[in-house]
């Protein structure tokens, strides 16, 4: 046997062997807990974004909302839970954009994988927002700087300003994007529906409420970043907190802020709910 077939056999066994572990069920259960933990924080985010619109304080992004589930009881307990829930989660998506989707035509496979692909990032990022907290070197600052801090640099390089109100675009895109999914139903899809009753109309009313505020949310933030850029303000690109924050000093603002803040808790309730009935095997 030859270098070169005993290199593409070995590397075959290693794809066979990740390919088990992303399907495993030990990992599946994990995953699934990842999508719980995603839902409390949602929930954490809504109610900070409430008691803004309230005239009071806090941090209405995931650095806030992990900073409030540090206070809670068995904190640390708590934060490395959800740590490896999310990593877990960000492993299971990985593995849908490299093994999964590959029955399906060209252009459709492709969109999927990327979903999926983008799906890792987030989650993993989230992991990795757990873990300081986790180790005690995170700070409910950690998201708005990052995202300042981000914007700073990619404004001082070539042709980075550009790509960085390209970024926003996309981001308000992906808002508009989220937001469509609510009155469409189009989540729906991803789960395994109850059948009738009452608990299908909870599943759908919080999947609409939720995506309609998450996508709102979304926007702002990505509005945020392209106005900032535009402006060469890059202290005011400052995420989701910003994008809230930006929201309740419009008219109206408290309530719309409040309003959002809710759907936020909607979206979390329904994050909740997906932990259960999400379609996860491939």
């Known amino acids: 046997m030859s ?5 593409k056999k070995e590397l075959k066994q290693v794809a066979e062997t990740a390919e088990e572990l992303t399907n495993s069920r030990t990992l599946e259960v994990l995953a699934r807990t990842g999508f719980a933990v995603s839902g409390i924080l949602h929930l954490l985010m809504g109610a900070i974004a409430v008691r803004l619109a309230m005239g009071g304080t806090g941090r209405a992004d995931f650095s806030g909302a992990v900073a409030e589930l540090a206070t809670m009881p068995v904190g640390p307990f708590l934060l490395w839970g959800s740590f490896g829930a999310c990593a877990a989660l ?11 989707f590959n029955h399906q035509p060209t252009k459709k496979k492709a969109k999927n994988k990327a979903k999926a692909a983008l799906q890792a990032v987030v989650y ?3 992991a990795l927002t757990v873990l300081h907290f986790a ?11 990052a995202t300042s801090d981000f914007t700073v640099s990619m404004m001082e390089a070539p042709g980075g300003v550009a790509l960085l109100v390209l970024i926003g675009l996309a981001v308000a895109v992906t808002g508009v994007a989220y937001g469509m999914r609510g009155p469409r139903k189009s989540f729906e899809k991803q789960l395994r529906m109850p059948e009738r ?3 299908r109309i909870a599943v759908t009313s919080l999947g609409v409420a939720g995506y309609l505020a998450k996508g709102m949310v979304l926007l702002l933030t990505g509005l945020l970043i392209a106005i900032a850029t535009v402006k060469q303000h890059p ?4 995420g989701l907190d910003g994008g809230l924050r930006a929201l309740r000093d ?4 408290p309530y719309l802020l409040a309003a959002v803040g809710a759907g936020l ?6 994050m909740i709910m997906r932990a259960k009935l999400a379609k996860m095997t491939r």
């Open 3 to 7: 270098k070169g077939t005993t290199i």
């Open 90 to 100: 960000s492993l299971w998506q990985a593995g849908d954009a490299i093994f999964d």
């Open 124 to 126: 993993a990022a989230l």
């Open 135 to 145: 180790t005690g070197t995170g700070t409910g600052e950690d998201n708005r700087k």
């Open 197 to 199: 009753g009452a608990a």
């Open 235 to 238: 202290e005011d690109s400052t």
């Open 250 to 253: 419009q008219p109206l603002g």
């Open 265 to 270: 808790v909607c979206y979390g309730a329904y």
